[in-house]
């Protein structure tokens, strides 16, 4: 059944109204909080557990989204300890980030303040509930969640153990609001112009066009990894093995997988001793024509297939992978260029030269030497948790964590200052 404008109108009138009364939390509350839910989702894991159920009940275990949707003990475990992580930082509120005294007296000074209510539209990741709700909450942010109907029962379950924990440490529940599953939903947050203050898109690369296509709301895209990794014609063979296996397949699901291996022409020869691992995982590898032939009869013939040019540039988040050979650095920075969603990119290489003109010359969130891709992660960086991973410029890039979900605003200080022209 629609629900009308003065439904969504009023829902996110509260939202705003608790975004105002966040900003006034202490810090020893805003982490007793949190610390609070990391117990209580552990005491009520079976609940969880249970809903989450629900949902995978509905999907395919083949669907690459299964993994994503999936939740387990160890999965709610580290929820939990991320939980505890954002509650032990810094609060980055109130931060003095410049001051200065006028040759008339004023003082100014900037400090740092929440976002406000920050709006994110997310697909089947219910763990995303969590993180978002604790990076806003810290930051002295409403958020207003619009889950994909995949994680329907999962965001249920999880926005009511959060909504325990606010109400028994009297804060407003509508703090965090999960909106319903419906194309109008999302329609009605993309139109709250005047409630919301920014729109953040977790997911597939569909998802966040649409979003940015027909939001009325400032919008930070995050989310979709078109992923590669370069390998020179200096890199190390054990460490390109390594480092293509664990980007490939530590889990498909995420965008900060492996997509595309780029290989330098004169590395040919090692390429069946470089994706060798990835047989095991039972890798379908698409491969141009010249790694095609240095594969054949070195990779299992039903997981070798020639590519075509739509395998370039796609964000599989499946046990697929693409292979373009290179004639040198230059062409590899090229096609990375032409096909990147500016995520995360890696080189490999022994070259400090290449490795040098790689870092400073692709244009990406995050950009890599001698290291998997499957390291852009907020928790990974020292963010504690993280929001999304920011592939746009302005404001924010790379993994969102606390500092990333504010801005800041200029305290004037006077004596009876005035101005006349």
Same mark, same amino acid.
């Given at each position: 059944m629609a629900l009308s404008t003065d439904y969504y109108r009023s829902v996110f009138s509260a939202v705003r109204e608790a975004s105002r009364v966040l900003v006034g939390l202490e810090p020893a509350t805003v982490d007793a909080v949190l610390a609070d839910l990391a117990d209580e989702l552990l005491l009520q894991q079976a609940d969880l557990l249970l809903a989450n159920a629900r949902d995978l009940e509905r999907m395919s275990a083949l669907d690459p989204k299964y993994d994503r949707l999936q939740l387990t003990p160890a999965r709610v475990a580290a929820i939990a300890d991320d939980l505890r992580n954002v509650a032990e930082l810094a609060s980055p509120l109130g931060k003095v980030m410049s001051t200065q005294l006028l040759d008339n007296g004023l003082s100014i000074s900037k400090i740092s303040v929440?976002?406000?209510?920050?709006?994110?539209?997310?697909?089947?990741?219910?763990?995303?509930?969590?993180?978002?709700?604790?990076?806003?909450?810290?930051?002295?942010?409403?958020?207003?969640?619009?889950?994909?109907?995949?994680?329907?029962?999962?965001?249920?379950?999880?926005?009511?153990?959060?909504? $325990?924990?606010?109400?028994?440490? $009297?804060?407003?529940?509508?703090? !965090?609001?999960?909106l319903p599953t419906s194309r109008e939903? *999302?329609?009605?947050?993309?139109?709250?112009?005047?409630?919301?203050?920014?729109?953040?898109?977790?997911?597939? $690369?569909?998802?966040?066009?649409?979003?940015?296509?027909?939001?009325?709301?400032?919008?930070?895209?995050?989310?979709?990894?078109?992923?590669? *990794?370069?390998?020179?014609?200096?890199?190390?063979?054990?460490?390109?093995?390594?480092?293509?296996?664990?980007?490939?397949?530590?889990? !498909?699901?995420?965008c900060n997988a492996l997509d595309c291996l780029l290989v330098h022409q004169a590395r040919l020869p090692d390429l069946p001793a470089i994706v060798e691992p990835l047989a095991t995982k039972e890798v379908q590898i698409f491969a141009d024509?010249?790694?095609?032939?240095?594969?054949?009869?070195?990779?299992?013939?039903?997981?070798?297939?020639?590519?075509?040019?739509?395998?370039?540039? *796609?964000?599989?988040?499946?046990?697929?992978?693409?292979? $373009?050979?290179?004639?040198?650095?230059?062409?590899?920075?090229?096609?990375?260029? *032409?096909?990147?969603?500016?995520h995360s990119e890696a080189i490999v290489a022994e070259d400090p030269v290449a490795v040098a003109l790689f870092l400073r010359g692709v244009d990406a969130a995050a950009v890599y030497a001698n290291a998997s891709t499957a390291f852009t992660d907020g928790a990974q960086f020292g963010l504690g948790a993280e929001i999304g991973i920011s592939t746009q410029k302005l404001h924010a890039r790379g993994p969102m964590g606390l500092a990333e979900m504010t801005s800041y605003k200029w305290l004037v200080r006077g004596d009876g200052h005035v101005r006349w022209p």
């Open positions: 929440p976002l406000g209510v920050v709006g994110v539209v997310y697909e089947a990741r219910p763990n995303v509930t969590f993180d978002v709700f604790a990076i806003c909450f810290k930051s002295g942010n409403a958020c207003l969640l619009k889950g994909g109907s995949d994680a329907e029962f999962s965001n249920i379950a999880a926005v009511n153990i959060i909504r $325990q924990v606010l109400a028994r440490h $009297q804060v407003r529940g509508e703090s !965090v609001t999960l939903a *999302t329609e009605a947050l993309l139109n709250a112009t005047g409630y919301v203050d920014v729109i953040i898109p977790r997911g597939s $690369q569909g998802l966040i066009e649409y979003v940015r296509a027909n939001s009325r709301v400032p919008v930070i895209e995050t989310g979709a990894g078109i992923v590669h *990794t370069y390998v020179d014609e200096s890199a190390n063979l054990a460490k390109t093995r390594a480092i293509v296996f664990n980007a490939k397949t530590r889990r !498909v699901s995420v024509a010249r790694a095609y032939d240095a594969l054949a009869g070195h990779y299992p013939s039903a997981l070798l297939h020639p590519a075509l040019p739509a395998h370039f540039g *796609t964000e599989f988040l499946d046990y697929k992978m693409a292979i $373009q050979t290179v004639n040198d650095i230059d062409q590899a920075m090229q096609h990375i260029a *032409t096909h990147s969603s500016k």
